[in-house]
């Protein structure tokens, strides 16, 4: 599968961004087969899970940090998936990334693990005043 990841750019503290994730492939290709996850990486920093959501949409997880201003949705019709960033801070500025895995359920051991199978080109996120 292939992913591209989009929507990133700059805003200013408190500010939103909607993240999108389109993704393809070959003939027969099914987008409701695969989890995805959003991960970020800051300058100097590691790979961090920061929210995935089931093939189907029945279940979501957040990472701490993003909890209550974070929301991933997937329109498997459109074969997209998204992250919407409300309250936008400083610390959440970095490239967001998303991966597919048709085997790795959405659950904070995927989010860590970091081992999804497929993975996009990333969006810049600047959050700054």
């Known amino acids: 599968v292939q992913l591209q990841a989009s929507g990133g750019g700059m805003v200013q503290p408190g500010g939103s961004l909607r993240l999108s994730c389109a993704a393809s492939?070959?003939?027969?290709?099914?987008?409701?087969?695969?989890?995805i996850g959003w991960f970020r990486q800051a300058p100097g920093k590691e790979r961090e899970g920061i929210a995935c959501?089931?093939?189907?949409?029945?279940?979501?997880v957040y990472v701490d940090s993003v909890k209550g201003r974070f929301a991933i949705s997937r329109d498997n019709t459109r074969n997209t998936a998204y992250l919407e960033m409300n309250s936008l801070e400083p610390e959440d500025t970095a490239v967001y990334l998303c991966?597919?895995?048709?085997?790795?359920?959405?659950?904070?051991?995927?989010?860590?693990?970091?081992?999804?199978?497929?993975w996009g080109q990333g969006t810049h996120v600047t959050v700054s005043p």
């Open positions: 959501i089931t093939n189907i949409g029945g279940n979501t």
């Open positions: 492939g070959p003939f027969g290709f099914r987008f409701d087969y695969y989890h």
């Open positions: 991966a597919a895995d048709p085997h790795m359920r959405c659950s904070d051991y995927a989010l860590r693990s970091r081992r999804f199978a497929s």
